[in-house]
């Protein structure tokens, strides 16, 4: 305990590492962007690239990117909330394996899902398709595209936060005070007065919670807007637009003012988290308690949900079926007919196909081993030891959760075209080591915070009973902290992997011809017409990506198991 | 065999003084107990012992030797915590073997002590098992094993029974006795039960507010408390300002500067019977000529409480249960006698 006041040699040369990290690679990128926008070239200080900005797209796209988000919000919330109340209050067949469908687009890159869409529903989707040759209409008329497009793909990937916060909530509510419910019946409270008067107000933390989650993701969303918004204009697209057209200084506008809607909304999520919620403590078993409901009410929802279950696994379905699709026989037809597994045999098979797969897990790979050193070293030095600036670290390392992908890509480019003393003088743009970088930028918070709940978890005695038993402070890390870290470690390390495997926001913006990601190489194919090819890629995506939340899964169910 | 002692020991944190300078001898051997009400400061100066806290002042020697700035890992001073702190991580013989292994014993020598000692905490058929799925007094005796399996010149323990329901607590108290006494390893144990310090304890130090009270063998604080504090936690004692004159006690008479302190076992009740005042006792008895109402009677096996109201106080006696009266109900008049014999006295603060 004494060892805690003040810091070793060793901590203070890692705090040295981790503080260069976050100056170098996180605040650094975002004062160059703030620089960049009020001093164009040769300008001392100057708001133009804001008045430009403001007089030509930034109202619309800002209209359009507030609008959906909040349209994004309320079908995420009525889906998902509605998933969590069924297979909370129901038993029902089949119901394990639905369980675990409802949690794919969690798991599923954001690119995946938007490109099964498009083959779903968008203007030669196989739905589309399907139903203008049935009412013999033209698909433009009901392809949904532009607005509702995007609002129907961030539902069907965001809809999981409801069903995720909501479920925990309901499962805490009948865990730690289950008999709210039956108290509530038991006074004479009718089913519906009980819903409205004791379920739902101790839900709303969790439906807040959710609705600025789900708001936060709907305004960084890249993917849909790009392929699937048509000529909507998007405040993330307008960055890209801009930058793409060599205007930096409006890109870094853009940029500046997504990051302070974008941040606000973070500092929101923080405070209400930090409030306080309706969970009380108590011993007892974990009985589950529920408002009990009439046949035909479990009956009707649960069919409602399994149809949902359903409507929601048809992406994935359609993305494996695609990828055994001969190349270019699938043209104007409802359905493909000509089926191979050549796409897969050239995944690995050709070299030039199989160069983005290898850049892609070399590059998650580095990612991965970045984040975890530094994600690991922040969060032992933010939970146990005492500094200055500890708070302002803290939230460095939040800061890239609450930042669009697309700020922080063009933040890197902003700080890393021209030598620098944090990349050592040399220019990274172009390099290999500029995805990797922007990979564990994004995803740090991630392993930040699941180490350090993991950390803060930890009973201290544990630690000390080590000590008094004679252990040194090495070996007690060695032997004690570390193996009782690992399954958190592990799983917060496979999520960074699969999360930086798939990337595509910041993957457009700094790939080159060398470090070109599976995700830039999906849409490549796709411009070159080869469904199979891209589908093939988005599938082994997904195969990777099962793997890895598999491997994670049973680590932490034999830990849980101890 | 190691003796402790604590020489004007104080801890502070902040503005807050958990303890007050304060000296203790712990003779070699002794099982000594720390007793008194949680926040009271006596698991501070159970880690200050153990070295996992830095005293604010003072000094410790264990052997005449000044361990005060000795690092936790270095006193070769076990610690049985609260919450057994077992690591989770391991099987109940990697528990065990750790503190072995970190002093880098063989490994032969290794499983012959750990084998040892769990059969001594019987616990040889679950070597292999998981500590998390063990019942929670096994738990308890995997800790016990851990801190006994290195040999510590000094063996504290921290609440240790805290968690276990009632049978199981009394079935390891027997063993942690049992095996101190074999052993002869002088221990510390920290407790807020009087009753649990009183059945096991050589001494006892009674703490409140970071200040020692008393330190004496359990019939010293039982029948000669110092003070009001160490009769009323570890006898729950009633109180009179009372001397016994011609005819019985003069209860509650102003101006005495003593209270006599009365154990709730020396108090005789009988059933007052209309238009009599004066009980018939035997020649040990003296009544005090005055009444009592029952409030409550509680019976719990082989003794029954009455809670009685009695001159604007209310006082506790208990009687064995084989000489409950069904008459003694709440509600009851009571005549209230003392033995004659009581000069047990406190000060009134």
Redesign the interface.
């Known amino acids: 305990?004494?060892s805690e006041k003040r810091l070793a040699p060793a901590s203070v040369v890692l705090l040295f590492l981790v503080i260069f990290f976050a100056a170098g690679y996180i605040l650094f990128p975002l004062v160059r962007l703030l620089k960049q926008s009020v001093q164009p070239a040769g300008v001392i200080f100057s708001f133009h690239a804001y008045m430009d900005v403001l007089r030509s797209t930034f109202v619309e796209a800002a209209f359009n990117s507030v609008a959906i988000s909040l349209l994004s919000v309320l079908g995420s919330a009525l889906i998902g909330s509605f998933l969590a109340y069924v297979f909370h209050s129901f038993d029902f067949p089949l119901k394990t394996i639905s369980s675990k469908l409802v949690l794919v687009p969690l798991a599923l890159p954001p690119l995946v899902g938007v490109i099964s869409f498009m083959f779903l529903i968008g203007e030669s989707g196989i739905l589309t398709r399907g139903i203008a040759t049935l009412l013999s209409i033209a698909p433009s008329h009901f392809a949904l595209e532009g607005w509702w497009g995007i609002v129907a793909v961030h539902v069907y990937s965001f809809n999981v936060y409801f069903y995720v916060f909501v479920s925990s909530a309901l499962s805490q509510l009948s865990e730690s005070h289950g008999s709210a419910i039956d108290a509530s019946l038991s006074l004479g409270a009718s089913r519906a007065s009980t819903i409205r008067r004791i379920v739902l107000p101790m839900l709303t933390p969790s439906f807040i919670g959710a609705s600025l989650v789900t708001f936060m993701a709907s305004m960084a969303s890249f993917s849909a807007p790009f392929l699937f918004g048509g000529t909507t204009r998007y405040l993330t697209l307008e960055i890209y637009t801009a930058k793409l057209n060599g205007n930096d200084a409006n890109a870094a506008a853009f940029a500046v003012l997504l990051s302070i809607v974008s941040v606000s909304f973070l500092l929101l999520l923080r405070w209400y988290q930090g409030r306080k919620s309706y969970v009380l403590v108590s011993k007892g078993s974990g009985r589950r308690s529920t408002v009990p409901h009439s046949p035909v009410v479990r009956l009707f929802a649960v069919a409602a949900a399994m149809v949902l279950v359903i409507l929601l696994s048809l992406p994935v379905i359609i993305i494996v079926v695609l990828s055994f699709v001969k190349e270019g026989s699938w043209t104007y037809q409802i359905l493909p007919h000509s089926f191979t597994v050549q796409n897969f045999v050239k995944l690995f098979g050709d070299p030039r196909v199989f160069k983005p797969i290898a850049n892609s897990v070399e590059m998650a790979l580095t990612a991965t081993v970045i984040v975890v050193f530094i994600g690991v070293c922040a969060s032992f030095l933010v939970v146990r030891k005492k500094f200055i600036g500890k708070r302002f670290l803290e939230l460095m390392m939040n800061v890239p959760f609450g930042i669009p992908g697309t700020v922080i890509a063009v933040g890197l480019i902003l700080s890393f075209n021209h030598p620098s003393f944090f990349s050592a003088q040399s220019i990274l743009i172009g390099t290999f080591w500029i995805l990797p970088l922007a990979y564990a930028v994004r995803n740090l918070p991630i392993l930040f915070r699941s180490t350090s709940s993991g950390l803060e978890g930890l009973?201290p005695?544990?630690e000390?009973?080590?000590?008094?038993?004679?252990?040194?402070g090495w070996?007690t890390l060695r032997?004690?902290t570390f193996?009782?870290l690992l399954s958190s470690l592990v799983s917060g390390a496979l999520l960074v992997f699969i999360n930086s495997l798939g990337e595509f926001v910041s993957s457009i913006l700094l790939y080159s011809y060398d470090t070109k990601p599976i995700s830039v190489e999906i849409l490549s194919q796709l411009r070159l017409y080869n469904v199979g090819g891209a589908a093939a890629y988005c599938t082994l995506l997904m195969i990777l990506v099962m793997v890895a939340v598999g491997i994670s899964s049973k680590i932490s169910r034999v830990t849980l198991a101890? | 065999m190691a003796e402790l002692s604590l020489r004007s020991i104080s801890k502070s944190f902040g503005q807050l003084q958990a303890i007050a300078p304060l000296d203790l001898e712990i003779h070699s051997g002794d099982f000594f107990s720390l007793l008194g009400p949680s926040g009271c400061g006596k698991t501070t100066l159970l880690r200050i012992i153990a070295g996992l806290e830095q005293p604010s002042g003072g000094s410790l020697f264990l052997n005449q030797e000044d361990i005060t700035k000795l690092l936790p890992q270095k006193r070769n001073i076990g610690l049985v915590f609260q919450n057994y702190a077992l690591f989770p991580h391991m099987t109940v013989f990697q528990n065990v073997a750790y503190g072995l292994e970190v002093l880098r014993q063989s490994k032969n020598e290794i499983r012959k002590k750990v084998e040892s000692v769990l059969e001594k905490v019987r616990l040889n058929g679950k070597r292999d098992v998981r500590v998390p799925n063990l019942s929670g007094g096994e738990q308890q005796r995997v800790a016990l094993a851990r801190a006994l399996v290195v040999e510590p010149r000094v063996l504290l323990f921290d609440e240790p029974l805290s968690n276990l329901d009632h049978a199981l607590r009394l079935e390891t108290r027997g063993v942690i006795k049992q095996l101190q006494k074999e052993a002869g390893i002088t221990s510390i144990y920290v407790t807020h039960d009087q009753g649990e310090a009183l059945a096991i304890s050589d001494r006892i130090a009674v703490m409140d507010r970071g200040i020692i009270l008393q330190t004496g063998t359990p019939e010293e604080l039982y029948f000669s408390p110092a003070n009001r504090f160490v009769a009323s936690f570890v006898g729950r004692a009633n109180f009179f300002t009372a001397e016994i004159c011609k005819g019985g006690f003069a209860i509650n008479f102003v101006g005495e500067e003593e209270l006599l302190v009365v154990l709730p076992e020396e108090i005789y009740i009988e059933r007052k019977v209309k238009g009599e005042t004066k009980s018939t006792l035997g020649s040990d008895l003296v009544s005090t000529n005055a009444c009592g109402r029952i409030i409550d009677v509680q019976f719990s096996g082989a003794i029954v409480e009455y809670l009685i109201e009695f001159l604007d106080q209310k006082i506790r006696a208990t009687r064995s249960s084989g000489t409950h009266k069904a008459e003694l109900c709440a509600g009851a008049e009571v005549m209230i006698s003392l033995p004659h014999n009581i000069s047990r006295k406190v000060s009134r603060e």
């Open positions: 305990m004494n009973d005695g544990v000390e009973a080590a000590w008094i038993l004679g252990s040194s070996q032997r004690i193996p009782l101890e």
